[in-house]
Every structure is written in C-alpha cells, then in structure tokens.
C-alpha cells in the first residue's frame, strides 16, 4: 500500500496542494497500488477537501480502495469519518503509541488507559461506519512504535481491538494490524522476529491482514520488509523511492523490483521508471539520487575496466526472451524502459571493453582484440589528460585518428589504393588488377585466386609481402548509409597488423584496409629510402 500521499505528504517541507495530490493520486492507481492511503483528513482543511474531491469528483477506481488515518480522539475520529461519506470503499486507519518511551514521556499513561485509548477509539469507528452501510469498510490498527514495545503488551491492544472490530462479523470483513517500525531500533532480524512472533499469537490471524510498516532510520529499512514477508506478513505500506519522515518510509519501488528480480510478481507496473521518477521528484521537491537502487541515473552504468568487460560479454551471449544473466546487472534495464545506452561509459578507469562496446554501440564498429588493446591505450591518454568522462564520439574521433587518417610516419603514402577491377579469368579463377602507388609510385599489381580473398592475399605475396594469413570483416556504417567499415587483420613474416578502411564499395574497402595493415609493418626508414 502507498502511503505518499499521506505518511510521504507530511514528510515534505512543502506541502502537496490538491492538485498535485490529484495528479500523484492518479499515477498510483496507474501504477497498479489497490489500496492507497489519501489523507489524515482531519489534520487541515487541505487534506480533508482532497477527500472529499476524490469522491465527490468521481477520481477513485471501482477497485481501489482509499484510506484515511486518525488518533484515537473523538472528534478527529468524526471528522475522518465525514471526510470519507459516500465512498464505495474505505479504509480506516487507527493509531496510538503502545511503547514503554512513549506512554511514560508523551502521554503520561498507563498500559490499562492506553489499552481502554485503542479499544474505545475502535468501538467508536465501529458505531459510525455501521450507521453508514452504503461503503464498504475495513479497520486498519497501527499499535504505533511496536518496534520499541513488549510484545505481550502489542498482543494485547491488537487482540482487544480485533475483539471490537471483527464481533459479529463475517469473516470477509478483515481487520488490517499494522505493525510499524515507527523508529528503527534494531536489526532487521530482530523486527522480523517480533512480526513472526505476533503472526504465530494472534487471536484472530486467520481473519488478518498482517502489515508491516517500516521506516528506515539504521538504513535497513529494505531488509526488514522483505525479512518481516518472510516471517509471515501479508502486506508493506511504504513511499516510492523511501519518501517520509526523517531518513523515510520502506522505499515500495526497491522492495517491488527486488521481488521482481526473484521471480516473484510485485503487482506494480514501473515499466517505464523514469516517467515515475519524474513525477516524483517535481512534486515531492526531491531528487532521486544518482545511486538509487534501480532508479538513479547511474545504476545501471559500469566504469570500470573489469566490470564493463563481463557486461558486454554478457550482452554478446544475451538472447532475446531467454533468462536474464548479464554480469552485474541483476535487472534487464529495459524491463523498466531504460536504454542500454548508458550501461558503459569510459573514463580514466575503463579498460578496452567500455571503450569497444560504445565505439560499438554507436557506431557498430567491432573492434578484433588486439585493435581493442592498442586503441584503448590511445583513449586512455585523452582519458588521463582531461580528466573527464569520454563519450562515444570521442572514442571514434580517437579511432579515426589511428585508423582511418594517414600515420606521421606514412606521410609519403607508401601504399595508397588508387583503383582496382575484378574479373573472372576462367571458371575457376578470378582475376583482380590493382591500381597503387607503392612507396610513392605508381604500379599496377595483377592477381588471380579463387575468389576475391584468395586473390586479394594473392596479390600481397606478389608485391613480396609474406602473408600467412589475412582476413577481414565488413561492417555496416550506421551512420552513413552506403557506405562500411573493413577491418582487415594480417599476419606476415614481421607479425600481426590491422588496418581499416572506410569506403562505399566493398572490395575497395577490403583491399586498402590490407594495405594499410601492412603499410604498418614497414619501418619508417624503408619508406623514407623508398621515396
């Protein structure tokens, strides 16, 4: 259950008005919350007006139930109720302090007269919604500060009002027994134990919704929640993104995606996180920070070498609709409407892996391994004297310097493809004629092998180039359509060497990468001698 609009509400240094509680009201039903509680209707004239506009104004689903809060005190009792006339369905929310602390230093009370505060408040609720028939009506009972209070004693005030409320009454009319960790003041085991031991003594636990109510004063109010599910209750009233009092509520948008990531169905929809977020923030005033559980702008974001390197790898082997199993990121972004755009960004802590998938991602260049090594180096350097993160533009500004444009050390332009033709020689045979400039001048090379490949490799052996091997792969340029990038690799007598070329024809393409992978190898004094 959501308590923004109440429990959050009260929290903020600014007030929502009704028409941002409208709003906020209105994209928690769109969310999937069933039951929501609205108001504290009779703390302000603002809070008792928006009850009354959510009914009167025809704003409440036929199956969504709203819920308001009172003290035990008469005429806030009255007033509540009026605050709710007409509704087809509600909740009505009692609390009073049961904890040692509290009865002594507070209220100046007794365990008898704070037993005899909870049942007379009770009765009374009683007498008022069995006058009104026309709504449904349910009872929640919050022994306030029961995470601070001997168990025997909540037992007790939680038994006596169940007695009152549920006497006559069928079993469908459940009473709610919220249970609170008012103040948090112990670990989250501890609170678990306390709601288990009541799950197993009370009365009427069969009629029972048992609740929990967490707030998150040691920062272990995530925990608790799931720990206290576990140990028997049925339902958590918390804030989105952990909104309340002090350090706040149960953050309901965390213990909603951590039950989604162990498979079991929260029954609320934050497929589209950011829109949430965004509401959120505007009305509450207050940001969601950039290392909030599922929801910062950072969660999903690796800088680090080791760890962008698992993701993407995990990424490479990901298939559509299978299980989910990426390193390091325990929830498909996309299952919340985040891109994948933002997983890797680089800066001086990144390794070739970050670098590779953004030059990747946004320019669908797949780098082999050893180009990744040599190019990370390079981005490393631009890394290290800015200080700054590296986007991907930069990476391909990087890539294109190193690649792409002529060496310092070429500036002669050893091998510069001038034109080429193919042709078949016979059936089996295709012939391949290229027109270079080799170390400054000017020569025709003619090759035939099996194919272009066999006849490309060919014609490097030809020009004395002791190729073992030589391969290349062709990718797509996403950003200009025609045109792709050749990433050619070879190994000759000197080792190994890549080249790229970017050009509209494909066998062109092919055959000035290779040159440029081994125009690489060529010393810098045999080019100068050669010009």
Same mark, same amino acid.
């Given at each position: ?383 290290? +004297? ?5 986007? !991907?533009?930069?990476?391909?500004? &990087? @890539?294109?310097? /190193?690649?792409? *444009?002529? #060496? ?92 790229? +070329? ?5 066998? !062109?393409?092919?055959?000035?990468? &290779? @040159?440029?992978? /081994?125009?690489? *190898?060529? #010393? ?8």
């Amino acid at each position: 259950m959501s308590t923004d609009l109440r429990d959050g509400n009260q929290s903020l240094i600014e007030p929502m008005s009704i028409a941002q509680k409208l709003r906020f009201f209105k994209m928690l039903v769109q969310i999937g919350f069933r039951e929501i509680e609205v108001a504290f209707p009779s703390a302000s004239d603002t809070e008792f007006q928006f009850v009354r506009e959510l009914i009167s104004g025809g704003h409440i689903p036929d199956d969504v139930t709203i819920e308001v809060l009172t003290q035990a005190r008469e005429d806030l009792i009255r007033r509540t109720i009026d605050a709710v006339e007409g509704a087809k369905s509600v909740i009505v929310h009692l609390y009073n302090p049961v904890s040692p602390s509290f009865r002594r230093i507070v209220f100046g009370k007794s365990r008898a007269e704070i037993l005899a505060l909870a049942s007379t408040g009770t009765q009374l609720i009683r007498e008022l919604t069995d006058a009104r028939p026309a709504t449904s009506w349910r009872y929640e009972y919050s022994p306030e500060t029961f995470s601070m209070a001997e168990l025997d004693f909540s037992l007790e005030v939680c038994d006596a009002v169940s007695d009152i409320w549920c006497a006559d009454r069928h079993s469908e009319t459940d009473i709610i027994i919220n249970l609170p960790a008012t103040v948090e003041v112990s670990t989250p085991n501890v609170y678990a134990d306390q709601i288990e031991w009541m799950h197993r003594h009370l009365k009427r636990r069969a009629q029972t919704v048992l609740s929990v109510h967490p707030h998150n004063d040691r920062g272990t109010g995530i925990a608790a929640a799931e720990l206290a599910l576990m140990a028997g209750a049925d339902r958590v009233e918390g804030c989105l993104f952990g909104n309340g009092e002090r350090t706040g509520n149960v953050d309901i948008v965390t213990l909603a995606l951590n039950l989604y990531t162990q498979g079991i169905v929260p029954g609320l929809d934050f497929s589209d996180i950011d829109a949430v977020r965004a509401v959120v923030e505007g009305i509450n005033r207050i940001q969601v920070h950039p290392r909030h559980p599922y929801a910062g702008d950072l969660v999903h974001t690796a800088f680090s070498g080791s760890h962008q390197d698992a993701i993407r790898k995990g990424f490479a082997q990901q298939q559509p609709d299978q299980f989910w199993e990426v390193p390091y990121l325990p929830i498909d972004p996309q299952d919340i409407g985040r891109s994948y755009d933002a997983v890797i960004r680089v800066n001086s802590q990144s390794g070739k892996g970050g670098m590779s998938y953004l030059l990747e991602q946004a320019y669908g260049i797949s780098l082999p391994r050893r180009m990744q090594i040599a190019l990370s180096r390079e981005v490393q350097k631009v890394a290290d +004297a800015t200080g700054a993160e590296v986007s !991907a533009d930069t990476v391909f500004q &990087v @890539f294109s310097q /190193v690649y792409l *444009q002529t #060496p310092h050390h070429l500036a002669y332009q050893a091998h510069q493809v001038l034109d080429h033709r193919t042709s078949p020689s016979d059936a089996a045979q295709l012939s391949l004629r290229t027109d270079l400039l080799l170390h400054g001048q000017p020569r025709a090379v003619i090759a035939a092998g099996s194919g272009f490949h066999d006849a490309c490799q060919q014609m490097l052996n030809n020009l004395g180039f002791k190729v073992q091997s030589a391969q290349w792969t062709v990718m797509p340029d996403k950003n200009a359509h025609g045109k792709v990038y050749v990433i050619a690799e070879i190994h000759t007598d000197q080792g190994f060497a890549c080249g790229v +070329a970017h050009h509209q024809d494909t066998e !062109a393409a092919a055959i000035s990468a &290779v @040159f440029a992978a /081994v125009s690489a *190898q060529i #010393p810098q004094p045999e080019i100068q001698a050669a010009a």
